[in-house]
């Protein structure tokens, strides 16, 4: 395995880190404490045409793969932006695959360009209050109308739900009762966030205020048979299609977040004088440094296993669990470590570790706990019995 960047992904790194380096920590620092989507930041993604990196080039995008995607979501968090700028743009480098991969040529059309050219923008409505990690549970019904679906139900921790136009909706059509499997009779949908029938309620939250997270209320949402993703009953095939592309992309964000905060602590460590040298001479400072970087450096190799395999068409479920669980257990460990470096001055918020490590927990937690990730390499690469 060829673990050198293409001329073409070192141009795309390097494009993705100079446009990132016009908005400082002081940007993300206030987008933060005012609770402020960034739209200057989204604006210059766009307008530079990194939101389609993984769309195909027929509809608007530059038709690359899920490892160019992870460059550019790396390099996002490793400037300094943190997850407020990667969730800002997260969406749109996966959320679209299964219109992609299960949705007509005529859905490709209609729904593609406006993603890619920033025109329209989407959420991912998925989790609900009774259903997080067990999709399969959840009770958001869509009952079939003539040439319409009636939507009912609820979601919870939806994403930029409060600037988005359009959702991806995943709903059962068959009452779980009635079906033979867990995963049969679920429905995905893409279609425009009417906020006539959608309660959207922002969620407060501990990080990554800048970007909204929201409970969804739906009462009587009419969904044309024509924005229906696949066959209906057939959901949750398509839901599956995103997931490892998602866990590649939080895997290389996490990498990013932790590198930057690793780099502050570093940089701290030897201009900081106590007793008369640098704190970083003292083995009790360095040492827990040089063992994040070659944490870091570990997940980051697995997150490019992970992306090659997606991007060849080989199997890559385990590699891609395997990078989200190591990647953000050596990102918190490392913004951990940058606040303990600075002492008191990683929990002042002019030194940027605090908000770092605050947000560094979403990738522990988020899409998928890393305790469902041990059973999923427990099972799947070492044999052992199913335990959930």
Same mark, same amino acid.
């Given at each position: 395995?060829?673990?050198?960047?293409?001329?073409?992904?070192?141009?795309?790194?390097?494009?993705?880190?100079?446009?990132?380096?016009?908005?400082?920590?002081?940007?993300?620092?206030?987008?933060?404490?005012?609770?402020?989507?960034?739209?200057?930041?989204?604006?210059?993604?766009?307008?530079?045409?990194?939101?389609?990196?993984?769309?195909?080039?027929?509809?608007?995008?530059?038709?690359?793969?899920?490892?160019?995607?992870?460059?550019?979501?790396?390099?996002?968090?490793?400037?300094?932006?943190?997850?407020?700028?990667?969730?800002?743009?997260?969406?749109?480098?996966?959320?679209?695959?299964?219109?992609?991969?299960?949705?007509?040529?005529?859905?490709?059309?209609?729904?593609?360009?406006?993603?890619?050219?920033?025109?329209?923008?989407?959420?991912?409505?998925?989790?609900?209050?009774?259903?997080?990690?067990?999709?399969?549970?959840?009770?958001?019904?869509?009952?079939?109308?003539?040439?319409?679906?009636?939507?009912?139900?609820?979601?919870?921790?939806?994403?930029?739900?409060?600037?988005?136009?359009?959702?991806?909706?995943?709903?059962?059509?068959?009452?779980?009762?009635?079906?033979?499997?867990?995963?049969?009779?679920?429905?995905?949908?893409?279609?425009?966030?009417?906020?006539?029938?959608?309660?959207?309620?922002?969620?407060?939250?501990?990080?990554?205020?800048?970007?909204?997270?929201?409970?969804?209320?739906?009462?009587?949402?009419?969904?044309?048979?024509?924005?229906?993703?696949?066959? !209906?009953? *057939?959901?949750? %095939?398509?839901?599956?299609?995103? &997931?490892? $592309?998602?866990?590649?992309? /939080?895997?290389? =964000?996490?990498?990013?977040?932790?590198?930057?905060?690793?780099?502050?602590?570093?940089?701290?460590?030897?201009?900081?004088?106590?007793?008369?040298?640098?704190?970083?001479?003292?083995?009790?400072?360095?040492?827990?440094?040089?063992?994040?970087?070659?944490?870091?450096?570990?997940?980051?190799?697995?997150?490019?296993?992970?992306?090659?395999?997606?991007?060849?068409?080989?199997?890559?479920?385990?590699?891609?669990?395997?990078?989200?669980?190591?990647?953000?257990?050596?990102?918190?460990?490392?913004?951990?470590?940058?606040?303990?470096?600075?002492?008191?001055?990683?929990?002042?918020? !002019?030194? *940027?570790?605090? %908000?770092?490590?605050?947000?560094? &927990?979403? $990738?522990?937690?988020?899409? /998928?706990?890393? =305790?469902?990730?041990?059973?999923?390499?427990?099972?799947?690469?070492?044999?052992?019995?199913?335990?959930?």
């Amino acid at each position: 395995m060829d673990f050198n960047l293409t001329d073409n992904q070192r141009e795309i790194a390097e494009a993705v880190t100079q446009l990132c380096a016009r908005f400082d920590a002081k940007y993300w620092r206030d987008c933060d404490a005012d609770a402020r989507f960034p739209e200057e930041f989204v604006a210059a993604i766009t307008q530079a045409g990194w939101l389609g990196i993984a769309m195909p080039e027929a509809y608007g995008g530059a038709g690359l793969g899920i490892t160019e995607a992870a460059l550019m979501a790396h390099r996002i968090t490793r400037s300094g932006a943190g997850m407020s700028g990667a969730s800002a743009i997260h969406m749109n480098l996966f959320g679209p695959h299964p219109i992609v991969v299960f949705g007509s040529e005529e859905q490709k059309q209609r729904f593609l360009p406006p993603l890619i050219a920033g025109t329209e923008r989407t959420c991912f409505g998925v989790t609900e209050p009774d259903a997080g990690l067990n999709t399969t549970a959840l009770e958001t019904r869509a009952k079939r109308d003539g040439d319409h679906y009636i939507i009912n139900g609820r979601k919870m921790w939806t994403t930029t739900a409060q600037t988005a136009t359009h959702i991806l909706l995943i709903t059962r059509t068959t009452p779980l009762a009635e079906c033979k499997k867990s995963t049969d009779g679920l429905t995905l949908f893409y279609t425009p966030l009417d906020r006539n029938n959608i309660e959207v309620r922002r969620i407060p939250k501990m990080g990554r205020a800048a970007v909204d997270s929201n409970a969804l209320f739906i009462d009587n949402l009419q969904v044309p048979v024509t924005n229906r993703i696949g066959d !209906e009953g *057939d959901g949750w %095939r398509c839901l599956l299609h995103g &997931l490892n $592309p998602e866990r590649i992309l /939080v895997a290389a =964000e996490a990498v990013g977040i932790g590198q930057i905060a690793l780099e502050k602590a570093a940089n701290y460590a030897r201009e900081r004088i106590v007793f008369d040298r640098p704190i970083g001479k003292n083995q009790a400072i360095a040492h827990p440094l040089a063992e994040c970087w070659m944490a870091l450096e570990a997940a980051w190799l697995m997150t490019c296993k992970a992306a090659s395999l997606y991007d060849a068409g080989q199997p890559c479920g385990v590699e891609a669990n395997a990078a989200k669980y190591l990647a953000a257990e050596a990102a918190f460990k490392a913004c951990e470590r940058a606040v303990l470096t600075l002492g008191g001055m990683g929990y002042a918020k !002019e030194y *940027d570790v605090e %908000r770092l490590f605050r947000e560094v &927990l979403i $990738p522990r937690i988020a899409p /998928v706990s890393q =305790e469902m990730i041990k059973n999923f390499i427990a099972e799947k690469a070492l044999g052992q019995p199913r335990s959930y």
